[in-house]
């Protein structure tokens, strides 16, 4: 059956008995990353509550999209415990009760809640539109076909191309794929969308397009967000908080009229003072 809202959950099954409503969606406890000796996430501690749009910004190098990865798995921690729902998912109980590194099916399970959009499309160049947004549900959310397609169909009116549904990713323009790669990951209904540099790879004439649908999603849904974006004006419109890194470290926090109005730190008034 249609739902008004094509994010709404059906049915919403808990992680855990240990993971509550109070529980921050995601929190970094102490949160090491290095490569070698290069550090490049240093004792990190931040977290996002149920509901928050929170954007990273600051230079490259800064670890920004490092977090991104982690949380989707595609790199391990150096250090410290990543939590989501008040379950870890860098780790996993051991026998006597104690953090072990998670298994990759303790973390595929913890990454279902877990949506990302990446710089590149990644679709599939062999299945359609249709095809590319209803293959996860069905495959690793089990869902009935019709179910999952008329999903698809209700996202793909939420960013407007209801029109392509049977076309291919080598007729659609890059600000289109980019698009149909924001309803894929919607498709699976996650409890928080990752947002990486969505707009680098696209011509500048398609960014304004897709900025619009993310920020039409943004005020339009409770979906949580966690953004890593250079686009200033964008950060500014959706997010409750921003978070200035540098080196690996939250330099500076705070509501976005705070962080573009008024910057404490002077790291945060040359960074800005670059790229607006």
Request: proline share 7%; aromatic share 4%.
């Amino acid at each position: 059956m249609a739902t008004d809202d094509p994010l709404q959950k059906t049915s919403p099954e808990p992680l855990a008995p240990t993971a509550t409503d109070s529980a921050p969606l995601v929190r970094f406890d102490q949160v090491v990353k290095r490569y070698g000796a290069h550090v490049v996430l240093d004792h990190l501690d931040f977290a996002v509550e149920r509901g928050q749009h929170v954007t990273l910004i600051g230079p490259s190098g800064s670890g920004k999209t490092t977090i991104l990865r982690l949380l989707m798995t595609l790199e391990r921690v150096s250090g410290g415990t990543i939590y989501v729902d008040g379950q870890p998912l860098s780790h996993m109980p051991g026998p006597d009760g104690s953090l072990k590194p998670a298994s990759e099916k303790h973390q595929r399970e913890i990454r279902k809640r877990i949506g990302m959009v990446f710089q590149q499309f990644n679709l599939f160049p062999n299945m359609n539109v249709l095809q590319n947004i209803t293959e996860a549900p069905v495959n690793v959310l089990g869902l009935e076909r019709a179910e999952a397609e008329e999903r698809a169909r209700d996202l793909l009116r939420l960013v407007g191309l209801e029109e392509k549904i049977t076309a291919h990713p080598t007729q659609l323009s890059g600000g289109q794929q980019q698009r149909v790669a924001i309803a894929r990951a919607l498709a699976m209904r996650p409890d928080i969308l990752l947002l990486d540099e969505v707009t680098s790879a696209l011509d500048p004439e398609l960014v304004a397009g897709v900025l619009d649908v993310l920020r039409d999603i943004a005020h339009s849904t409770d979906i949580t967000l966690l953004c890593v974006t250079h686009e200033m004006n964008f950060a500014r419109d959706i997010s409750d908080r921003v978070m200035m890194f540098d080196s690996g470290k939250v330099i500076e926090s705070g509501p976005p009229e705070k962080i573009f109005g008024e910057p404490e730190h002077e790291r945060t008034r040359a960074f800005l003072s670059a790229v607006l």
